[in-house]
């Protein structure tokens, strides 16, 4: 079993950068396809990034919404997965959660609880 724990959310202005950060526990990440969602209030859960094992390239790939803006990493070591979000925008405001599955394609069998961002205007 994987668990896995967001933190890193807050409040911040327009304009603004957070990084968020998942830590797992339970089993290590280096071979799990990791990825990071959002829901924001009264919306469905939407895909925000995410980044394929090292032994595959560290491959990256983002929703078109934070092409430019948001970097997704990890950290093999730390057991870490990162998002890195600059020019922050109101209508990034969510919970961001991160998942893990493994292989390249299928659901997400493990998922954090979730941080709260906020980017007021």
């Known amino acids: 079993q994987v668990q896995l724990v967001e933190s890193g959310g807050g409040l911040v202005q327009a304009g603004a950068s957070l990084r968020l950060t998942c830590a797992a526990s339970?089993?290590?990440?280096?071979?799990?396809?990791m990825a990071w969602f959002r829901q924001a209030p009264g919306k469905e859960r939407e895909f925000v990034a995410r980044?394929?094992?090292?032994?595959?390239?560290?491959?990256?790939y983002y929703a078109d919404s934070v092409k430019g803006r948001f970097t997704i990493s990890r950290d093999n070591a730390k057991n870490t997965l990162s998002l890195q979000m600059n020019g922050l925008r109101p209508d990034d405001t969510a919970v961001y959660y991160c998942?893990?599955?493994?292989?390249?394609?299928?659901?997400?069998?493990?998922w954090g609880q979730g941080t709260q961002v906020t980017a007021s205007s």
């Open positions: 998942a893990a599955r493994l292989g390249d394609g299928g659901t997400y069998g493990y």
């Open positions: 339970g089993r290590t990440l280096s071979r799990y396809n």
């Open positions: 980044i394929t094992p090292s032994w595959t390239g560290l491959s990256t």
